[in-house]
């Protein structure tokens, strides 16, 4: 049973660009959460999604982020215009219902 | 062995030794928490969890406990090996909640 797949494992963008970062949770799983991390720091979550719906994005920011889990595929964390700012890890947990969230190996982005 | 009872971002031990790890979590009203491993380049890897109807809880060589009174969490390590050597995140869950609120991580050395 595979674990969580994240891609690119590394991504690097220059200011102004659009990264797409890509999740398939473990199999059976159908939550799925983004969070990120910055150098020396702890995750932070950004977003919770279900099949074609978006449970919770509160710590999303507002502009250029969006996040969407289609019916089929991955989910794709997209981001629009990016900011040096925006250079950090981004993971990609799964979970079943009630179950522990299972982290993926991350997307570590780069904006030059 | 080695323990500390405020939480510190390093912690250096000899193989062998039994290490324990604090974090202070945030909100009384959490029922859930679960202890991450952190290595370098790679996502949180679940350890261990416990939820806020039990004070102890033991898997192999680790062991979570969990103080509601001061809000804090603890992580055993015993026999720590040199492949324990990594961050150590702890996380925390509302009722009904769904994201993790990661605590501040404590960098575990472990020396031959």
């Known amino acids: 049973n595979a674990g969580v797949m994240q891609n690119p494992r590394h991504l690097v963008r220059r200011r102004g660009q659009e990264a797409r970062l890509r999740c398939s949770p473990m199999k059976g799983h159908s939550h799925v959460y983004w969070y990120r991390q910055l150098p020396e720091e702890g995750l932070k979550f950004m977003v919770y999604l279900q099949k074609e719906n978006i449970i919770d994005e509160s710590g999303m920011p507002k502009e250029r982020f969006s996040a969407e889990f289609p019916k089929e595929g991955p989910s794709i964390l997209r981001i629009q215009q990016v900011v040096r700012g925006d250079s950090a890890a981004y993971f990609c947990?799964?979970?079943?219902?009630?179950?522990?969230?299972?982290f993926g190996p991350g997307t570590r982005l780069l904006v030059l | 062995g080695e323990s500390v009872g405020l939480h510190l971002p390093t912690l250096s031990v000899q193989e062998g030794d039994n290490s324990i790890i604090n974090c202070a979590y945030s909100n009384s009203a959490s029922d859930y928490f679960i202890w991450y491993k952190q290595e370098s380049g790679k996502g949180p890897q679940f350890i261990i969890d416990i939820r806020s109807n039990m004070d102890k809880r033991q898997g192999q060589r680790v062991t979570v406990l969990l103080n509601k009174t001061v809000k804090h969490l603890s992580l055993q390590i015993a026999a720590t090996q040199p492949g324990d050597s990594a961050v150590y995140f702890c996380?925390?869950?509302?009722?009904?909640?769904?994201?993790?609120?990661f605590g501040k991580g404590t960098t575990l050395s472990v020396s031959s």
């Open positions: 996380a925390e869950s509302l009722p009904g909640g769904t994201a993790l609120i």
């Open positions: 947990a799964s979970q079943a219902l009630g179950e522990t969230q299972y």
